[in-house]
């Protein structure tokens, strides 16, 4: 499984292409890239993402999940059965996205990377407790809409997904001012 580590720090480049700097705005000239730190919260804070994946013929196939930011990887989970497993089984790499839907405010993020599938026991039970701190009563409440997730993971009626990134965008508006960042990851290899 990929081990990403809280310590490991990406190089960041703000693309000025496609940032205010190129299109002069009242705080265009103060854009700078935005930090890691500041993703990592908002992967934290996030509920929905959308993973796209790639079908054996090459079409995408692209649908929202629920995830947690651990120890510096995103980990997701589907069924056994559902195309996304089947389209990981045969290419594992993914990209996941979130953000808001306003043109004036938020961040959005792509995280890429290599879906691996998560088999160790200890890990699960690290990601149950991630899946549970960040999603409360949807996940521990027996009226929670995913309720009962964790004996799923255990007992191996999903599979879960390890992403390390190996590269993440991250696309800033501020009232009108715009930024591109992206982060460049040196590692992303790790356990199974």
Not at 93 to 122: I, R, W, Y
Not at 157 to 179: E, K, L, M, N, S
Request: some cysteine; glycine content about 12%.
């Amino acid at each position: 499984m990929p081990t990403q580590g809280p310590a490991e720090q990406p190089t960041t480049e703000l693309d000025a292409r496609y940032s205010s700097a190129l299109h002069p705005r009242p705080g265009a000239a103060d854009v700078t890239a935005t930090e890691w730190a500041e993703a990592q919260r908002q992967l934290e804070a996030a509920e929905i993402f959308w993973v796209s994946t790639v079908r054996p013929d090459g079409r995408l196939h692209v649908t929202p999940v629920i995830a947690a930011w651990h120890d510096g990887v995103l980990y997701f989970s589907t069924g056994v059965g559902e195309q996304k497993a089947r389209n990981l089984a045969h290419d594992g790499h993914c990209a996941l996205t979130t953000g808001g839907n306003s043109l004036t405010e938020g961040l959005d993020l792509v995280v890429e990377g290599k879906a691996e599938q998560v088999a160790d026991p200890a890990v699960l039970e690290e990601v149950i407790a991630a899946y549970e701190a960040k999603y409360g009563p949807h996940i521990t409440s027996p009226e929670g809409t995913f309720h009962g997730i964790g004996d799923a993971f255990r007992k191996g009626d999903v599979v879960v997904f390890a992403v390390a990134p190996a590269t993440a965008y991250g696309f800033g508006r501020d009232d009108g001012v715009y930024t591109h960042t992206q982060w460049a990851f040196s590692g992303c290899g790790g356990r199974t």
